[in-house]
Nanobody
Framework: QVQLVESGGGLVQAGDSLRLSCAAS????????MGWFRQAPGKEREFVAA????????YYAGSVEGRFTIARDNAKNTVLLEMNALKPEDTAIYYC?????????????????WGQGTQITVSS
């Protein structure tokens, strides 16, 4: 059974940093795009960041570029999201996702597997 489990969320103040981790199990995702999405209250889920199978190509939403960094460790089947200079508008549930058998255009490809999400709240 494929599982994606996020960790690292919490309550922080504006300007703080957080690191999210996503641990995948049930199969290897070393040949697949991996990504992070978020959903704020009353809003649709939106793309945050993605990384190619090798880790060499990364993609970011304009709202987080320069502040967030995505990375993957295929040996550990994990994906990280380093978040710096957090803003109140970053408050959302953050989801890890994996694309089944798709390794390119990771910012636009459909994602098939999803974690349950981790809450991040940024106070002003």
């Amino acid at each position: 059974q494929v599982q994606l489990v996020e960790s690292g969320g919490g309550l922080v103040q504006a300007g703080d940093s957080l690191r999210l981790s996503c641990a995948a199990s049930g199969r290897t995702f070393s040949n697949d795009c991996m990504g992070w999405f978020r959903q704020a209250p009353g809003k649709e889920r939106e793309f945050v960041a993605a990384v190619s199978k090798s880790g060499r190509s990364t993609y970011y939403a304009g709202s987080v570029e320069g502040r967030f960094t995505i990375a993957r460790d295929n040996a550990k089947n994990t994906v990280l999201l380093e978040m710096n200079a957090l803003k109140p508008e970053d408050t959302a549930i953050y989801y890890c996702a994996a694309a089944n058998g798709r390794a390119w255009f990771c910012n636009t490809t459909p994602y098939d597997y999803w974690g349950q999400g981790t809450q991040i709240t940024v106070s002003s």
